[in-house]
C-alpha cells in the first residue's frame, strides 16, 4: 500500500450526518461562543477566559463536594473520600489558572477595568455554594441572586443543608466520638463556628492509629482529616492568590462590587476552612 493509502485508512472520520459527536457531547460551539470583552483593550480577553474557566472548576468542585456530602450521610466513605480525592488535582487547577492575570499592573488591569462596572466575582453564585459547602455560610450571601431564580433555589437548598463539614462530624459521632449536640444540631445557615469539643475529637483520632482497618499505620478517619486538610490548604492558597493578584492590580482602590477591597478580601482570607483541624496539630 502506498503511504498517502495507510494514512487514510489510519485517519479518523471525516464525514458525519450532523454536527460532530464531539460538538454533541463538549458543546464546543456554545463554549467558544462565550468570549464577549466589553472593552477594545487586548487584555481582556485574558481575564475573561481566566474568569470563565474559573467557574468551570467551581462547578466541578461543587459537584465532587456535594458527592462527598451525601456519600457521608450515607456513611459510605469510600465514595466520599474518592470524590474529595478527585478534588484535590481539580483545586490545584483551579489555583493554576491564576497564572495569566496574576502580575496585572494597574494600567494593564485599569485599561478595561471600567467596562466590568459593577461587576464583581462577589457575585458568582458558583463560588458561593462551593463556600457554603464548606461552611462559610450566610443569608444575606443570597441577596445578589434574587435576580436569577434558579441560581437563588441552589443556594438556597445548600444554605439549608449540612454541608461537607457538618456531615464530616455526624460520622465522626457515629463513630463514637464526643461531637456536642449544639454542633450537631446546629442552624446550617449560619457560618461554622470552631468548638474545643471537636478539636478534642481531631487530637484524639490523630493520637490514636491504632483503628487501623487496613494496617496502613493511619485510621480511615486520619486519611479523611488528612484530604480534608488539603482542601482546606488549597482554597487558603486560592484566596491567597486572588488577593495578591488584587493588590498587584489595583492596590487599596475600593473593589468594582462595592468593598474596601484588598481590606475586605484580607479578612476573607484570613478564615480556616475546617478549623478545628487546624488548631488541633498544635496539641497532638
Ligand atoms: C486581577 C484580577 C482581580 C481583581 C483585581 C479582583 C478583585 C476583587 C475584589 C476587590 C473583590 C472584593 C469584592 C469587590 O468589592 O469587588 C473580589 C471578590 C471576589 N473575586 Fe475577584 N478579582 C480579580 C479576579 C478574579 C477572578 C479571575 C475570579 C474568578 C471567578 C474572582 C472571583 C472573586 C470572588 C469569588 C470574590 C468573592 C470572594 C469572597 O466572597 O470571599 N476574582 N475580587
Partial sequence: MSDQRVDDVLAPNLTFEGTTPYEDYVRASVLTGLQQPLSDDPGELAFLVTTQVMELWFTLLVHEWTTATAALRTDD????????????????????????IARLTPAQFNAYRSALGEGSGFQSAMYRRLEFLLGERSASMLVPHRGTPEAL??????????GLYDEVLRLLARRGHTIPVAVLDRDPALRYEPHPEVEAAWRRIYAE??????????????????????IAELVWRWRNDHLVATRRAMGARPGTGGSAGVAWLERRAAVLVFPELWTARGHV
Fill in 209 to 230: 492509629p491504632d483503628q487501623d482497618p487496613d494496617r496502613t499505620g493511619t485510621s480511615d478517619l486520619v486519611r479523611l482529616a488528612e484530604v480534608l486538610t488539603d
Fill in 77 to 100: 466513605l469510600p465514595t466520599a473520600m474518592a470524590a474529595l480525592r478527585r478534588s484535590l488535582p481539580e483545586l490545584e487547577s483551579l489555583n493554576a489558572s491564576w497564572k495569566p
Fill in 153 to 162: 433555589a441552589a443556594l438556597e437548598k445548600a444554605l439549608t443543608e449540612p
